[in-house]
């Protein structure tokens, strides 16, 4: 699996190595921490090898399934490497699909919202070809993805390779960085060390969080699956950013203002995934609510907080 120190990825490993799988995991550790696999060090189930999936490398041994996650996530981590993050999605995707031709494994792609771009058709199907700005800031990340797709379905095609493209929607839950960028973690930070909660545009933009452990499921059911086309994966609650500040607030107790600041180029109006798809082929639904999901989010990022908070005092 590439990207398992990354947040998705290391909760992955957990969900595999849990139920008997052998998993060796690849990551550079640009975006990722191999903190965020500390609770698998010494299990013979599990191994980390620090790598770079653009360049050459071998896996050892039989594979029955390669799972490409790589790549920076959020717009601080893909804005600040932009080559590499369209490297991992071209280059990094044709090495792991090379690798699953070669051990004759599944393969399955992370691949994200972020392929319907600015979207003018709500809530987003699978059918929907999207509305990208191929040359905006954003295109590094949005295009790496695309491009990581249409890779993925000509192996499938041509070799005929057993692929599986999971279309992941904003997703949140322990292990995501303190400075991520991206609304949980930065709303929550702030929340919590009672920082103005800052919010993009007039923030009546909206989203649809999915907590990790039901994107986890979702991402095994679909690696065992024969559903060749892209998969939605995310939760279809739809709240916009204004009101989703004012339940951090109300979670955290915080008395902290909200501050509006100028709408990022491109950014999503609306994005909510039409799950439809998933609900027939992989019988999967969330079942995690949001506000459930939010309490165990915040219960890491207190002690994040307060561990960051004691290393600076000492």
Not at 87 to 95: A, K, Y
Request: net charge negative.
């Amino acid at each position: 699996m590439s990207g398992a120190a990354g947040f998705i990825g290391s909760h992955l490993c957990d969900r595999l190595v849990e139920a008997g799988h052998r998993v060796t995991g690849l990551d550079n550790l640009i975006t990722g921490s191999a903190d965020n696999l500390r609770q698998l060090e010494g299990q013979a189930g599990f191994q980390l090898q620090e790598l770079d999936v653009t360049k050459p490398f071998t896996v050892e041994g039989p594979v029955d399934y390669v799972m490409h996650l790589a790549s920076p996530a959020s717009p601080r981590d893909y804005l600040r490497y932009p080559v590499e993050t369209l490297e991992v999605g071209s280059i990094g995707t044709q090495h792991m699909l090379e690798l699953a031709r070669e051990k004759q494994a599944r393969f399955l792609l992370t691949s994200t919202s972020e392929c319907y771009g600015d979207p003018l058709v709500h809530p987003q199907t699978e059918t929907y070809w999207g509305n990208v700005n191929p040359v905006g800031p954003r295109s590094c990340y949005d295009e790496s993805k695309r491009f990581a797709e249409a890779l993925t379905m000509a192996y499938h095609r041509h070799y005929q390779l057993r692929t599986n493209i999971s279309r992941i929607f904003n997703t949140y839950g322990p292990r995501m960085q303190l400075h991520d960028g991206r609304v949980v973690p930065a709303l929550l930070e702030q929340a919590l060390t009672g920082q103005p909660l800052t919010l993009f545009g007039d923030g009546s933009q909206t989203r649809s969080f999915c907590y990790v452990d039901d994107m986890v499921e979702g991402l095994w059911r679909l690696a065992q699956s024969e559903e060749r086309y892209p998969v939605n994966l995310g939760n279809p609650e739809e709240l916009s950013i204004l009101a989703f500040a004012e339940r951090i607030r109300k979670l955290t107790e915080s008395d902290s203002p909200i501050e509006f600041q100028p709408l990022p180029e491109d950014d999503p109006k609306v994005r909510q995934p039409d799950i439809r798809k998933a609900q027939s082929v992989l019988g999967w639904s969330p079942n995690v609510g949001l506000e459930e999901g939010l309490q165990r989010t915040l219960a890491y990022f207190r002690n994040k907080v307060e561990a960051r908070t004691a290393e600076r005092q000492a």
